[in-house]
């Protein structure tokens, strides 16, 4: 979870509209379960 919020926080300041909203949702959910063991972002879809 650390590698997605290092990457989030560097590309956040480039991001506006939905793509910003997403990632900061994004940041988050990495944020609020991260601590814990065994925790998976899934991604499907393009």
Same mark, same amino acid.
């Given at each position: ?7 989030? &926080?560097t590309?956040?300041p480039?991001l506006?509209?939905?793509? !910003? ?5 994004l940041?988050?959910l &990495? ?6 063991p065994?925790?998976? !972002?899934w991604?499907?879809?393009?």
């Amino acid at each position: 979870m650390s590698a997605i919020l290092e990457e989030l &926080a560097t590309i956040q300041p480039e991001l506006n509209g939905m793509a !910003l909203s997403t990632a900061r949702a994004l940041a988050v959910l &990495a944020s609020a379960h991260g601590d814990r063991p065994h925790r998976y !972002l899934w991604f499907i879809g393009d």
